[in-house]
Protein backbone atom coordinates (compact mmCIF):
# COMPACT_ATOMS: atom_id res chain seq x y z
CA UNK A 1 0.00 0.00 0.00
CA UNK A 2 1.41 3.32 -0.27
CA UNK A 3 2.23 5.75 2.20
CA UNK A 4 1.61 8.54 0.33
CA UNK A 5 -2.28 8.12 0.54
CA UNK A 6 -5.03 10.85 1.74
CA UNK A 7 -8.29 10.74 3.08
CA UNK A 8 -10.39 10.73 0.24
CA UNK A 9 -7.66 8.87 -1.91
CA UNK A 10 -9.14 6.03 -3.93
CA UNK A 11 -7.22 2.64 -4.11
CA UNK A 12 -7.92 0.16 -7.33
CA UNK A 13 -6.50 -2.63 -8.18
CA UNK A 14 -7.23 -5.78 -10.42
CA UNK A 15 -8.57 -9.04 -8.32
CA UNK A 16 -8.90 -12.44 -9.62
CA UNK A 17 -11.58 -14.84 -8.51
CA UNK A 18 -11.55 -18.65 -8.03
CA UNK A 19 -13.37 -21.02 -6.87
CA UNK A 20 -12.87 -23.55 -4.04
CA UNK A 21 -15.07 -26.45 -4.56
CA UNK A 22 -13.35 -27.84 -1.76
CA UNK A 23 -14.00 -25.15 0.78
CA UNK A 24 -15.42 -26.40 3.99
CA UNK A 25 -17.86 -23.94 4.36
CA UNK A 26 -19.75 -23.56 1.17
CA UNK A 27 -19.11 -25.46 -1.57
CA UNK A 28 -19.81 -22.43 -3.74
CA UNK A 29 -17.33 -19.97 -2.69
CA UNK A 30 -15.43 -18.23 -4.66
CA UNK A 31 -11.98 -16.74 -2.85
CA UNK A 32 -11.50 -13.11 -4.23
CA UNK A 33 -6.73 -12.11 -4.14
CA UNK A 34 -5.13 -9.04 -4.89
CA UNK A 35 -2.09 -9.01 -7.07
CA UNK A 36 0.41 -10.95 -6.10
CA UNK A 37 -1.60 -13.70 -4.73
CA UNK A 38 -2.90 -12.62 -0.97
CA UNK A 39 -6.14 -13.40 -0.43
CA UNK A 40 -8.90 -10.62 1.31
CA UNK A 41 -11.86 -12.64 1.07
CA UNK A 42 -15.33 -14.07 -0.86
CA UNK A 43 -18.30 -13.20 -2.26
CA UNK A 44 -21.29 -12.86 -0.26
CA UNK A 45 -22.92 -16.61 -0.91
CA UNK A 46 -25.72 -15.70 -3.40
CA UNK A 47 -23.20 -14.15 -5.66
CA UNK A 48 -21.07 -16.94 -5.47
CA UNK A 49 -24.03 -19.08 -6.56
CA UNK A 50 -24.56 -16.86 -9.54
CA UNK A 51 -20.86 -16.65 -10.68
CA UNK A 52 -19.74 -19.88 -9.64
CA UNK A 53 -20.61 -21.22 -14.03
CA UNK A 54 -18.67 -18.24 -14.79
CA UNK A 55 -15.88 -19.42 -13.34
CA UNK A 56 -16.09 -22.78 -13.69
CA UNK A 57 -16.50 -21.89 -17.47
CA UNK A 58 -13.57 -19.96 -17.40
CA UNK A 59 -11.23 -22.96 -15.43
CA UNK A 60 -12.22 -25.63 -18.04
CA UNK A 61 -10.38 -23.30 -20.04
CA UNK A 62 -7.36 -22.81 -18.16
CA UNK A 63 -8.02 -19.33 -17.45
CA UNK A 64 -9.22 -16.82 -14.51
CA UNK A 65 -11.72 -14.52 -13.65
CA UNK A 66 -10.62 -10.97 -13.03
CA UNK A 67 -12.54 -7.55 -12.17
CA UNK A 68 -10.93 -4.24 -11.24
CA UNK A 69 -11.44 -3.81 -7.80
CA UNK A 70 -11.24 -0.90 -5.16
CA UNK A 71 -10.86 -0.57 -1.36
CA UNK A 72 -13.60 0.86 0.31
CA UNK A 73 -14.75 1.35 4.29
CA UNK A 74 -11.98 2.54 6.49
CA UNK A 75 -13.52 5.64 8.16
CA UNK A 76 -14.07 6.56 11.49
CA UNK A 77 -17.13 5.43 11.87
CA UNK A 78 -16.62 2.04 9.73
CA UNK A 79 -12.91 0.79 10.72
CA UNK A 80 -12.98 -2.02 8.53
CA UNK A 81 -12.14 -2.35 4.76
CA UNK A 82 -13.71 -3.92 2.20
CA UNK A 83 -13.41 -4.88 -1.64
CA UNK A 84 -15.65 -3.48 -4.25
CA UNK A 85 -15.57 -5.07 -7.34
CA UNK A 86 -16.64 -4.07 -10.90
CA UNK A 87 -18.06 -6.86 -12.68
CA UNK A 88 -20.41 -7.81 -15.33
CA UNK A 89 -23.84 -9.57 -14.81
CA UNK A 90 -22.94 -13.93 -14.89
CA UNK A 91 -24.70 -14.02 -17.90
CA UNK A 92 -23.21 -11.16 -19.69
CA UNK A 93 -20.25 -12.27 -18.79
CA UNK A 94 -21.37 -16.32 -20.13
CA UNK A 95 -22.33 -14.90 -23.63
CA UNK A 96 -18.95 -12.62 -23.97
CA UNK A 97 -16.85 -16.06 -23.34
CA UNK A 98 -19.13 -19.03 -25.06
CA UNK A 99 -21.02 -16.49 -27.56
CA UNK A 100 -24.27 -18.53 -28.58
CA UNK A 101 -24.63 -18.75 -32.67
CA UNK A 102 -27.18 -17.15 -33.98
Known sequence: MRADLRRG??????????????????????MV????????????REDAARYRPVLETLARRELIGVARAKLIGGVAG????????????????????????F
Open 33 to 44: SIQGGAHVGYLQ
Open 9 to 30: DHVTFTASLTFEPTNPVDVHAI
Open 78 to 101: KPSIGVMLDINEPMDLLSAIEPQP
